[in-house]
């Protein structure tokens, strides 16, 4: 059974792993990244037992108080099983609780090539703001907000 906890040092090395075979140049800079996250409890992953299988990280008070979540990343082997949904509820729960009066939205996005992850954001119901050229590694990308009042 899935489970999705805030990540710990017990988890680095695991949760480095996957956002390094995904984002980073080297698996020290990904550790470094989830050592930051870990630090500020902007990080949260999900296990099979001591195993980790996703990872999600966000950015509090991103714009205007806004959370934004800046990765969602699932390993390989645990692609298209729900486990992205689970960490996309728990950054949705986390936002609520975090930014109910400040700000209405949350925050996230994703290259235009990324088929799998619009449609999960557009399932999830947040709605497309716009886009900006060229950000993700020469690609364009969409930025999506959720609107954290409906239920």
Known sequence: MVEVIPTTEEYVDQAAKILSDNYFETSDE?????????KSKESFIAVIGDEVIGLMNYRRDYSHYANFMSDIVISKNHRRKRVATQLMKKFIE????????????ALSS???TNDASIKMH???????????KKLHFGKDEIIFGYDLRKE
């Open 30 to 38: 990904a550790k470094e990244h989830v050592l930051a996250k870990i």
């Open 94 to 105: 986390v936002c609520r609780k975090e930014q109910p009066e400040k700000q209405r939205f």
């Open 110 to 112: 994703t290259d235009v």
């Open 122 to 132: 557009i399932k999830f119901g947040f709605k497309k703001l716009g886009v900006v």
